[in-house]
Each structure stands twice: as C-alpha cells, then as structure tokens.
C-alpha cells in the first residue's frame, strides 16, 4: 500500500509538472509591474519578481536566484533602461530567447518630459506636447497589438548613456540641471499612472496568450477584471482626493508627475531631481521659499532616504509631513499590490494636507 501511495504521488507530481510545462517562465523588473502580471496570470501561474522590496530600481546586482529567474524566462517585462539600466545587459546575457515587452518603448504608454528646476508650474502639467493625457480607460483595449515590436532593440551603450538619476547633480545650477545630463527624455516613473497601467494590462495578457494559447481566455478575462477595477481605483483616488484638491504640497524626489497628471492634482515642487543624489544647498533654499512663501500645506519624505533633507525643508514653517511609496516597499507582492499602492499614495497625500 505504501509503494502504490509513493505511486501515485510520482505520477501527480509528474502530471502536475507536466500540467504547468506550457505556462511562461515570466519575470518581471519591479513590484508594481509584476502586480500586473500576477494580476493577468491569476489562477494559471505566478510571475518572478527581479527587484526585491527596498532595493533600488537605479543600480542592482542580480542575486543567482534572480538571475536564475532571467535565464528561465520566457517572457521578460519591464519598465526599461531609464528606470532599470543595469537589466538591460541582464537581460540580453542571460534571457536572450525571452520575449521582451519594454513598457516605456510601448506606443500605447503616455510618456511625460521630465520637468525642468526645483518648483513646478501648473503648464507643467497642462502642455503635453506630442503626448495625449486625455486618453481614457477604455483606449486600453488593443487585442491586436503586435508585441513583437516591443522586443529589446535599440539597445544603449552603457557606457555612455548613464542613470539619469545616478549623476552628480551638484556640478550644475539648479537653472541648468537637465543640460549635459544624460538621461532619456521622459520620466520613467510611468506606471505611477492608472492609465498607463491599464493599458499595460492588455499588452500583458496578449503577449501571455501568444506563448500560451490555451489560457488565453483566462488571461484576457483576467485583464478585463483587472481594467474594471482600475476604473474603480481611479474613482476611489478621485474620492479620496477630493476634500483637499487645490492644496498644494511638495514632494521628495520628482518621481509623481503620473500621478499628479492623471488625477489633477500637481505638486508644487521637489526636494531631490533624483532619490540616487542629494539636492544642492540652492535647490533646499528655494524649495524652502516656496513652502514658506505659498504656504505649502504638506512635504512628503520617501521610505529609506534622507529624513533630514525633509527636515531641513520643513525649519521655519507649519507644513506637514508624510511618506509616500512609490514601489509598494512595505506591500506584499502580488496582484493586490498595484491598487494598493495607488490607494496609498492618495491617502498618504490626503492625510498630510
């Protein structure tokens, strides 16, 4: 009996094996991007994530279980070179036979300038230029969209093209900050953005059902749900937002202008251009004005970065403070995480106005 028992366990575990063979090795960069692929693969798999919780999306080196996750992978997903420039070589060396969606090379993603100084204007967020930020939830929807576009090309030289959140800004002005950086003409913190994120979810789930046809209805019915809930999400921000909108508030590092353009509601300036430098004497001063001046409500810090610099803004003034996450550092991973993390930082912004 004991034999047959040990039996039947080899032969379920093989079946079970052989069950889960055809569905995608998939790995993806960073927390919120793989809430939305664990949301697409709910009930048929589990997406690896690369970037633990905490780590910096800017520089990281892969641990063997993350690059072992690469090697496996069928499909690759990830923001791109200007948020995680470190995976780009990554994922040529170890995931070359993956299929690659590059979210911030994706034609249907709203890609915003990066913004210019330390204070921001309202034509900040009003002048979109080529881009259209009136696109709504339902755009999302591109079944046929063909992902094979968005597979890694255009590959960039390291050497030259640097993080463009990892360089010195203390060798410019504040006037000058952007000229002679090298980095991509867009802000890379996209999926801060529902919009964005919405329409993600139907390139994800087009791109699972070409490698895995036989679950193609449960993923394109799992983004369906999942766009619904976004526009739910959405709803529930604007809620929450409402009692304080025309407040105005300051951020640590300029990483929010999805966020703030997708629900209206700017901020007025930032402490830090980027979270891998500190602000410069000149930058604190005029951040400093600018809440002293206007009367600025709130100054939100960032988990696990510098709370002096945060202090130091808030001398001499009656503002608030709060910490806003934008990687979901405390969330548990999964498909709850990305509403959550929205949730959080419009409560976040609230409670600190």
Known sequence: MSRMRASLSAIATLMGGTAMADVPNVAVDIAPVHSLVARVMEGVGTPS?????GASPHEYSLRPSEATALQDADIV????HDLTPWMEDA???LAGSASVVTLLEAKETTLLDFREGAL???HDHDDGGEHDHDKAIEAAAHD???HDDHAKDDAHDHDDHADHEGHDHDEHTETDAHEGHDHGAHDPHAWLAPTNATTWLNLIAAQLSSADPENAGTYFANAAAARAEMEALSAEVNAILAPVRGESFVVFHDAYQYFETDFDFPASGAISLSDAADPSPARIAEIQGRVREEGVACV???PQFNAGLVTAVLDGTEANTGVIDPLGVDLEPGPALYPQLIRNMATTLADCL
Do not use: R, S, Y
């Open 49 to 53: 994530l690369i970037l633990p919780p």
């Open 77 to 80: 997903v990830w923001m791109g």
């Open 91 to 93: 994922v040529d060396t």
């Open 120 to 122: 921001f204007e309202a």
């Open 144 to 146: 046929d969209h063909d």
């Open 300 to 302: 939100l810090a960032e």
